[in-house]
T-cell receptor
Framework: DAKTTQPTSMDCAEGRAANLPCNHSTISGNEYVYWYRQIHSQGPQYIIH?????ETNEMASLIITEDRKSSTLILPHATLRDTAVYYCIVPGAAGNNRKLIWGLGTSLAVNP | GAVVSQHPSWVICKSGTSVKIECRSL??????MFWYRQFPKQSLMLMAT?????????EQGVEKDKFLINHASLTLSTLTVTSAHPEDSSFYIC???????????FGPGTRLTVT
């Protein structure tokens, strides 16, 4: 599984966009990038995933660089409820039952 | 969307007793479920992968005789912590893999406290 690197913590003002970076320089061609978040004392929540094209859903946008060595999760209008730990994960190629190896993630604090 | 439930949400037990935690996929079938453990201020640690109808695959360092996993149906997996000790106190989380879709959906977690 490709290793990911994320900043330990970030702050964002309520209503502004939160841009959370992730480096995954060892990612291989058929590996997806997944983003999850965990609000304190809750189970993780799936946000979005992508392979090479940018993706958008009702929660966030995912921008993947052309060389696929990094990506950015964008929360377009952060709210206080978006305060959580955000995890960028590259699970590895098909056949490994999609095991997720969790790093420490980025602790995002959305401030009023 | 896919919903995963866990029961109980929290449990306190005495040292030496066993505790069973249930993980259910409510509106979909899950051939694969995962069990994680999370200590305070730490990340999730995968304990085992549970496949319906077969034995669970445990991660290195996880005692299979202490953490018994049963995945008897496509909607239910159970984790039994046997002879629990205070060091087993943790937040236990399950997730289910939706067949044909690769994102995992997580339960709300179970807080286990062993006194």
């Amino acid at each position: 599984d490709a290793k990911t690197t994320q900043p330990t913590s970030m702050d964002c003002a309520e209503g502004r966009a939160a841009n959370l970076p992730c480096n995954h320089s060892t990612i291989s061609g058929n590996e997806y990038v997944y983003w999850y978040r965990q609000i304190h004392s809750q189970g993780p929540q799936y946000i979005i995933h992508g392979l090479k094209n940018n993706e958008t859903n009702e929660m966030a946008s995912l921008i993947i660089t052309e060389d696929r060595k990094s990506s950015t999760l964008i929360l377009p209008h952060a709210t206080l409820r978006d305060t959580a730990v955000y995890y960028c994960i590259v699970p590895g190629a098909a056949g490994n039952n999609r095991k997720l190896i969790w790093g420490l993630g980025t602790s995002l604090a959305v401030n009023p | 969307g896919a919903v995963v439930s866990q029961h109980p949400s929290w449990v306190i037990c005495k040292s030496g007793t066993s505790v069973k935690i249930e993980c259910r996929s409510l509106d979909f079938q899950a051939t694969t479920m995962f069990w994680y453990r999370q200590f305070p201020k730490q990340s999730l640690m995968l304990m085992a992968t549970s496949n319906e109808g077969s034995k669970a695959t445990y991660e290195q360092g996880v005692e299979k005789d202490k953490f018994l996993i049963n995945h008897a149906s496509l909607t239910l997996s159970t984790l039994t912590v046997t002879s629990a000790h205070p060091e087993d106190s943790s937040f236990y989380i399950c997730s289910a893999l939706v067949t044909g879709i690769y994102e995992q959906y997580f339960g709300p977690g179970t807080r286990l406290t062993v006194t």
